[in-house]
């Protein structure tokens, strides 16, 4: 596992030869698509959610966007702070507002995740936004943006790392695939010890076998059960629901997912992936206590949909980018998900 200074020096390599498994396809785009990344593109950086405090993060941070041959641009208020939140509300919006504006940026990274981004979705200008499609990278509280530019702004992001992220070599292979060649990859865990990567608790498990195909959708669990009932959720209809989160004890994930299941968003979809749930443990006494697995298998096992736990995706060092709003397949028995189609012009 790479920390982000040594993933600086693998960049340029990895770029050249890539090993994800990739099969192109002629299905149908399901939404209007961002242009996809060149070598010397500008992209913008934004703090939607929380305070990077440090000058110096954003120092390494530009590096690591140099490294991977495109050129940063900083939003104005990336080390603003109001209380936990990168400047108050109006002035996180007016990044991301500013940086859709800018013809000279082609795509747009969060740099963190924390909390705030649902916050600031009121003062967005979704117009202008849907005006001027570009790829909105991040995840965790991003999730937020994420599912709001599906529902309001209709092309694809990509839930995938921060720019504040480590950055190892899968994250790095997953990203470029997609972002810069428009790749449609297969998705699978390592599966062996040697790639560094791999605990046994990062297996996947099938929860309930099958196939199924559908626009993928969701993100961190708890930021998407908090836009319950607002306006800023899609359609998910026959959607792969994909899902991670981290902190949060089995009783939290069994009342978010009720949630989920009481506003109708688990009987609609078509399968489910449960990724990682890092730190997902009962604190204290757990003598009796319901498992994360346990609680998965009471909500989603009875959907009668293909669902599997474990994919590499989450709050770990190393993780899939998963395109927002466009389709893939997923194979419960086999824990894969393959993108069917581009997720990029």
């Avoid at 200074?5 to 396809?25: I, V, Y």
């Avoid at 939607?48 to 104005?76: N, Q, R, S, Y």
């Avoid at 859709?100 to 795509?107: G, H, K, L």
């Avoid at 449609?184 to 599966?191: I, V």
Wanted: charged share 20%; aromatic share 8%.
């Amino acid at each position: 596992m790479l920390d982000r200074r040594s993933a600086l020096q693998g960049f340029g390599a990895l770029a050249a030869a890539l090993a994800l498994p990739q099969q192109m396809t002629s299905a149908q785009t399901t939404g209007r698509k961002p242009p996809r990344l060149r070598t010397g593109d500008t992209v913008g950086l934004i703090a939607p959610a929380g305070i990077t405090e440090d000058a110096f993060d954003l120092e390494i941070i530009g590096e690591t966007i140099t490294a991977m041959g495109l050129v940063p641009k900083m939003a104005p208020h990336l080390l603003s702070r109001h209380g936990y939140l990168a400047g108050k509300d109006e002035e996180r919006a007016a990044d991301v507002n500013a940086m859709y504006a800018d013809n000279d940026v082609r795509a747009v990274f969060a740099v963190r995740g924390g909390w705030g981004c649902a916050r600031i979705l009121p003062y967005l200008n979704f117009d202008l936004i849907r005006a001027h499609p570009k790829l909105l990278t991040g995840f965790s509280d991003i999730t937020a943006l994420h599912l709001a530019f599906a529902a309001r702004a209709g092309f694809t992001t990509i839930h995938g790392p921060n720019a504040g992220s480590a950055w190892g070599d899968l994250s790095w292979k997953a990203f470029h695939s997609l972002a810069f060649e428009g790749g449609t990859p297969l998705y699978r865990n390592p599966e062996t010890a040697d790639d560094r990567l791999v605990q046994n608790k990062w297996r996947t498990q099938v929860i309930r076998p099958g196939k199924a195909s559908g626009r993928m959708l969701g993100g961190n669990l708890t930021v998407l059960s908090a836009l319950m009932g607002t306006p800023y959720l899609p359609d998910f209809d026959g959607a792969i629901l994909f899902l991670e989160d981290v902190g949060e004890a089995p009783y939290r994930i069994d009342r978010m997912l009720t949630q989920l299941a009481s506003g109708g968003v688990l009987g609609r979809v078509a399968g489910v992936v449960f990724g990682q749930c890092t730190e997902c443990t009962a604190s204290g006494t757990s003598y009796g206590a319901f498992t994360l697995s346990e609680v998965l298998d009471h909500h989603l096992k009875p959907l009668g949909v293909p669902v599997f736990q474990g994919a590499f995706f989450g709050h770990i060092a190393n993780q899939f980018s998963l395109p927002v709003g466009i389709r893939a397949e997923i194979d419960a028995a086999m824990g894969t998900i393959r993108i069917l189609e581009s997720a990029v012009a």
